[in-house]
C-alpha cells in the first residue's frame, strides 16, 4: 500500500502534456449523443451512423480535448471542416470487437449499439469515427456531417427517472463523473438500488491509486425500474423484461454479463450529465464486464462484488487488460508483432513504451515465476504472509501469460488485481496507469 501511495504522490507532480484548447471557442456547454451500429464478421466490418441528440451540460474533459491518452480500439473525432483540425478526440472499444475474435465470427454476421457523447459544436463539423484491428491497422471507417442547426437534432427531455448524488467530489466540469444505472430492479427496490450505488462508491475509493484521489471523482445514481426482478440467463431459459436487456452467457461464456442494447442505457439516463457508466445489476450471480470507454456492468449482491467491481472498471475507466490466461482464444487479441495499446501488457514487440522504465536493472526478460506462482494461488492466497503477497504483486518484472493468452503476452507482476480477485491491491504498472488517466481527465 504504501508503494502504491509513493506512486500516486510522484504522479501528481507529472502533467500529461497534452496541449490545453480553447472549448469555449469551439463549444456549447451542452452535450452531442452520437448513436451508431458496428456490423460485421471476423473478417469485415462497417460503421453506420443512425442519429444524433443533444442532451445536457458538458460532464467531459475541457482540457487535452484532441489527443487521447490511450490509442483503444477505434477512436471519434470531431473535426474543423475548413481546416481539419481535430477539436475533440476520444478512444473507446467495444463489445463488437470482443466478439470478433470469437469462434461465432468466423460464419456469423452480427450488428452491434454503440453510443458515443462528444461536446455540443457552435458551428458544423465533421466527425469521423474509426476502428482498428488488433495488428493497429483502421479497419472500418466513417466521416459525416454534423450541423448543430439541424432542426433533426433530438433534444433529450428529464425521462423521469429519479437520481442522487452518492459521491461529491466538486462540479461538474471539475470532477470525473460516474453515473450507476440500475437494470432489473423493480419499482419496489429502489430504496435497495441506492444503498447499492452506495457501495459502488465505496468498492472505488476504498483501493488505491482512487482512494487518494476521490475528490476527483463525483457519483450520482439513476433509478430507471425494471418490469421484473433480476438479470436474463439465457443457459437456464430465464428471461427477464429489464430496463438495459443485459443478460449472462455472453458469448456463451456463464460468467460475462453485458448488454448490447447501448441506446436503452442513454436513454435511461437520459439528461443527467456523465463521463462514464456503471450498469448495476440487481444479482447474486458472479459475472460482470468492463469495456474501456463504453461501460462497466456488475452484479449487485455476489459475495466478490468488491474486488470485481473494481477490476472491471480498472477495465473500463483505466483501459487496462486482463493478466489471466485461462485457455488462447480462437484468434489473439494481441498478434506478436504489435505492441498492445494497454498500458498494463506487452508482447515485448515495443517494450519501452511501457513498463521498461519501472523495472530494476538486469531483470532478466522474460521473468522466471517465484515458486509460489506455480501452484494454484488464488486457492491458497488467504495463507500467505503479507510479505508473500507484496513479493508476489510489488516485485515488477515481465511475466508469460496474459490477455487471455499463455504465450507470447506478459505481465509485469505475478498477481494483481486484474489477474486475480484474491489479490488485493493494484500492480505499480496498474496504479500508475490509473493516476495518469485521473490526471489526464482533471488537469
Known amino acids: 500500500m504504501k508503494r502504491i501511495l509513493l506512486i500516486v504522490t510522484a504522479l501528481l507532480a ?12 469551439d463549444f456549447e456547454n451542452a452535450t452531442l449523443r452520437l448513436d451508431y451500429v458496428f456490423c460485421g464478421d471476423n473478417a469485415h466490418q462497417a460503421i453506420y451512423f443512425q442519429q444524433a441528440l443533444r442532451t445536457s451540460e458538458w460532464a467531459g474533459r475541457r482540457e487535452n480535448l484532441s489527443a487521447p491518452l490511450l490509442e483503444g480500439n477505434g477512436q471519434i473525432r470531431v473535426l474543423d471542416p475548413e ?8 478512444s473507446f472499444s467495444t463489445l463488437f470487437q470482443e466478439w470478433q475474435v470469437t469462434e461465432e465470427a468466423l460464419h456469423v454476421q452480427k450488428a452491434f449499439e454503440n453510443c458515443f457523447q462528444v461536446p455540443f459544436p457552435k458551428r458544423p463539423v465533421d466527425i469521423e469515427v474509426f476502428l482498428l484491428d488488433t495488428h493497429r491497422r483502421q479497419s472500418s471507417y466513417l466521416k459525416h456531417r454534423i450541423d448543430p442547426t439541424d432542426i433533426l437534432i433530438r433534444k433529450l427531455a428529464d425521462n423521469g427517472n429519479s437520481s442522487t448524488v452518492v459521491w461529491k467530489g466538486g462540479p ?5 463523473d460516474i453515473v450507476v444505472v440500475s437494470e432489473g430492479y423493480a419499482a419496489t427496490e429502489k430504496a435497495k438500488f441506492y444503498r447499492d450505488a452506495e457501495r459502488v462508491a465505496l468498492a472505488l475509493f476504498g483501493h488505491e491509486p482512487f482512494a487518494s484521489l476521490r475528490d476527483k471523482f463525483s457519483v450520482r445514481a439513476v433509478f430507471a425500474p425494471s418490469a421484473d426482478s433480476g438479470v436474463s440467463v439465457p443457459r437456464l ?3 427477464k423484461r429489464t430496463v438495459t436487456d443485459s443478460h449472462f452467457d455472453t458469448f456463451y461464456t456463464d460468467r460475462y454479463l453485458t448488454t448490447s442494447a447501448q441506446q436503452k442505457v442513454y436513454d435511461a439516463i437520459g439528461t443527467v450529465p456523465f463521463e462514464h457508466i456503471v450498469v448495476l445489476v440487481n444479482t447474486a450471480i458472479y459475472g460482470g464486464g468492463g469495456i474501456y470507454n463504453s461501460l462497466t456492468i456488475m452484479n449487485s449482491d455476489h459475495p466478490t462484488f ?8 480498472g477495465h473500463a475507466f483505466g483501459g487496462l487488460a486482463d493478466e489471466y490466461a485461462y485457455g488462447d482464444q480462437v484468434e489473439t487479441m494481441y498478434p506478436a508483432d504489435t505492441e498492445p495499446w494497454e498500458p498494463n ?12 522504465d519501472m523495472i530494476p536493472k538486469g531483470t532478466v526478460i522474460p521473468t522466471e515465476q517465484d515458486d ?9 492466497w488467504s495463507t500467505f504472509t503479507p510479505e508473500q503477497k507484496q513479493l508476489l504483486n510489488l516485485k515488477l518484472g515481465v511475466y508469460e501469460g496474459a490477455g487471455y493468452q499463455t504465450k507470447g503476452v506478459y505481465r509485469p507482476v505475478q498477481e494483481c488485481r486484474m489477474r486475480i480477485n484474491e489479490c488485493e491491491e493494484f500492480c505499480p504498472v ?9 490526471e489526464y481527465y482533471t488537469r
Open 14 to 25: 507529472i502533467g500529461t502534456g497534452v496541449r490545453a484548447q480553447d472549448f469555449d471557442r
Open 237 to 239: 431459459d430465464a428471461w
Open 172 to 176: 461538474v466540469d471539475k470532477t470525473i
Open 83 to 90: 481546416t481539419g483540425a481535430c477539436l475533440y478526440a476520444n
Open 306 to 313: 468488491v474486488p470485481v467491481m473494481v477490476h472491471e472498471f
Open 430 to 438: 496498474c496504479a500508475r496507469a490509473i493516476v495518469r488517466m485521473i
Open 345 to 356: 501488457i506487452t508482447t515485448l514487440h515495443d517494450f519501452s513504451a511501457k513498463w521498461q
Open 372 to 380: 509460489l506462482d506455480k501452484q494454484d494461488v488464488r486457492r491458497i
